[in-house]
């Protein structure tokens, strides 16, 4: 949060000891109790000897604040925008007050004990018997229960990692294949960076599996048996092997946050960018270009896992970030039901939460140098897609911007810790590697006991039904309900691989691997750097017709149904104004009135939409009255 305040150091006429009478001297305050790692402060500085506007002056941690203020504009970090003006005569007192009230709201909303005494007895969680809105993953029932829907039959549910003895930022279970033994998961997790091995991400209902793991540890070295069951996981059944390089031709994080900070201060409504320049400021900024490069991957990717059966392997030295990123991508453009409202949600919890994306240090509450807002990258990713789409989509941009918000909210845990464990720990549903559950907070049916922890899904206890109303998209078409797409079963579309075929996919291109383990006398491209494959120069549609050059005999892949493939190429990466501009006061909805060039604008962006929903709306569709508490429900 940007604190920008301006002041004035004394009045304007008369002897030194009057002026004294009628405005004593301002007494220091400090700012520095208000700060925390979420916020960033940034006030002025008292002018000359007479009263006017000073400049803008960055105050740091335990600055001094030797001014009294009339007026503070506070910039959000979700590019909101907050001013807080003050009557002469008792400027400092009412700042002294504003202050103490966002120092005290900061510090009671740190401690969720008053949000748990208000919203426990709301949701009925005193008797433990209120079901959260959307399985939290944080028992074996949730993930069986999620592995059936994918109708994944070669696959089971792990319980090696329930104590988290075997990676801390794994949640206590994850699905791997039939006919591996936890003893061989134990071990050959063992040989992945932080103990992140390979294993399910989403089953494709022709057969196709989307796996994620970790980085090798190509210092460690395993044993024959324990090779035979990594590949045996990395392989999970199929013929034909894909390993995905995720962070190639990715920037990295510190170029993801200066990204970010650039758009910042870019989208600041008193922004020292002149608007003939602010364009080509937006295009210096990088983040669109990050955008288009993640749409750019992502698209290869389910091209890769809708085109062939085959196992596609994303690779990550953390498995953390991009990861996390490419999956959740290629399931939004290959499987509709993750679409959905509830989908999506569901998508979000597996991938980010439970995968133990460190939302608490890439957020930057945690002081330390690797922040790097990669969450808030994919939602802009998603509503790209949501631009390019709007009938594929049942949640709203609305929806989007509430997620976008509630990232820095601290009322649940969802966000605010950087592992399972440590978000396990807090609700003190596991300590010192023993389940400890509190009376009231939790239930135990069928004889598993169960944390029922609130979650950021609990729209309705810091939404209206009017905004969660707003959460649904009303051009959604239900004919692309995942009801109505393709059974659980081999298609027709998918093609079998070729036999024991290994592959790297590197700089858009797939390169044959001669052994998948880095261990084996002819260690795999994974073990060095990839960046220096060549890049085939070929383009998305390209890639859908023949799959990067490989042998002519295997044929062209016929696109799958519901498979989306976004535009990436120029004006088709737009900026996400409704969150990054909201805080300019003409963007506002309290603002001044819209311009001639704004109206221009907005009409332009109607007609667009209306010549592609018109199609797919009929006048008693938008009629109908939709419940808030339906639209949250997986039987929507």
Not at 442 to 469: C, F, H, K
Not at 574 to 597: D, F, H, I, K, N
Request: glycine share 8%; charged share 20%.
């Amino acid at each position: 949060m940007l604190w920008r305040s301006r002041g004035r150091k004394g009045s304007l006429s008369g002897p030194k000891s009057a002026r004294a009478n009628r405005m004593p001297e301002p007494r220091t305050r400090q700012f520095g109790s208000c700060l925390t790692s979420g916020y960033l402060p940034e006030a002025g500085r008292s002018g000359g000897g007479v009263s006017g506007l000073s400049r803008v002056q960055l105050l740091r941690p335990g600055s001094q604040l030797k001014f009294i203020p009339e007026e503070i504009v506070i910039y959000g970090r979700d590019f909101r925008l907050l001013k807080v003006g003050f009557e002469a005569g008792g400027l400092e007192p009412q700042a002294f007050q504003v202050t103490v009230a966002i120092v005290q709201a900061r510090a009671q909303s740190s401690q969720t004990q008053q949000y748990r005494a208000v919203t426990l007895s709301t949701a009925g969680q005193a008797s433990g018997s209120r079901k959260p809105p959307i399985p939290l993953l944080e028992t074996s029932e949730d993930w069986e229960t999620e592995l059936k829907q994918q109708g994944a039959t070669g696959w089971r549910v792990s319980t090696v990692n329930e104590r988290f003895d075997v990676a801390t930022s794994l949640s206590c279970y994850f699905w791997v294949p039939n006919g591996v033994l936890d003893s061989a998961v134990r071990r050959v997790f063992d040989h992945f960076h932080q103990g992140r091995g390979p294993r399910l991400s989403w089953h494709h209902p022709g057969g196709s599996d989307l796996l994620r793991c970790g980085g090798f540890y190509t210092t460690s070295d395993p044993n024959k048996e324990d090779i035979r069951a990594m590949e045996s996981m990395l392989q999970a059944g199929h013929s034909e092997v894909v390993l995905v390089d995720t962070v190639d031709e990715m920037p990295s994080l510190a170029d993801i946050q200066l990204a970010h900070l650039k758009l910042r201060a870019l989208c600041l409504h008193d922004s020292s960018v002149a608007d003939d320049k602010w364009l080509s400021a937006l295009e210096g900024t990088r983040w669109l270009d990050f955008v288009r490069s993640c749409l750019r991957k992502a698209s290869d990717v389910s091209v890769l896992v809708t085109s062939r059966d085959r196992s596609v392997v994303l690779q990550e030295r953390g498995d953390r970030d991009f990861n996390g990123l490419f999956s959740s991508l290629v399931q939004l453009l290959v499987a509709p039901e993750a679409r959905t409202l509830f989908g999506f949600q569901s998508l979000v919890q597996r991938e980010w939460v439970a995968a133990g994306h460190p939302f608490l240090t890439r957020l930057g509450e945690t002081g330390a140098t690797e922040e790097a807002p990669v969450f808030l990258l994919f939602l802009d990713c998603v509503w790209q897609l949501l631009q390019q789409f709007p009938a594929e989509f049942e949640f709203s941009e609305f929806f989007l911007l509430a997620l976008h918000d509630s990232v820095r909210v601290p009322d649940t845990l969802t966000f605010l810790r950087n592992t399972p464990w440590e978000r396990a720990k807090k609700s003190r549903q596991f300590n010192s590697y023993t389940q400890v559950y509190t009376p009231g907070y939790s239930q135990t049916p069928a004889g598993n006991s169960i944390n029922l922890q609130l979650s950021v899904w609990d729209w309705n206890l810091r939404y209206s039904n009017e905004q969660i109303l707003q959460f649904h998209n009303p051009c959604y078409d239900p004919e692309h309900h995942p009801d109505a797409w393709c059974p659980r079963q081999q298609l027709s579309f998918m093609a079998p691989g070729p036999p024991s075929s290994l592959w790297l996919f590197s700089r858009g291109a797939l390169t044959p691997l001669n052994q998948l383990c880095p261990w084996q006398d002819s260690p795999s491209l994974l073990a060095v750097s990839s960046r220096w494959l060549p890049r085939l120069a070929v383009s998305s549609e390209n890639l859908a017709d023949q799959e990067w050059g490989l042998p002519s005999h295997w044929g062209a892949c016929p696109l799958p149904p519901g498979l989306l493939l976004p535009g990436y190429l120029g004006p088709q990466i737009r900026l996400w104004r409704r969150c990054y501009l909201r805080g300019r006061p003409e963007v506002q909805t309290s603002g001044s009135a819209l311009t001639v060039a704004g109206l221009q604008d907005e009409l332009s962006c109607l007609q667009e939409l209306l010549r592609k929903w018109t199609p797919r709306i009929s006048p008693g569709d938008q009629c109908k009255k939709k419940d808030p508490n339906a639209i949250l429900s997986p039987t929507h």
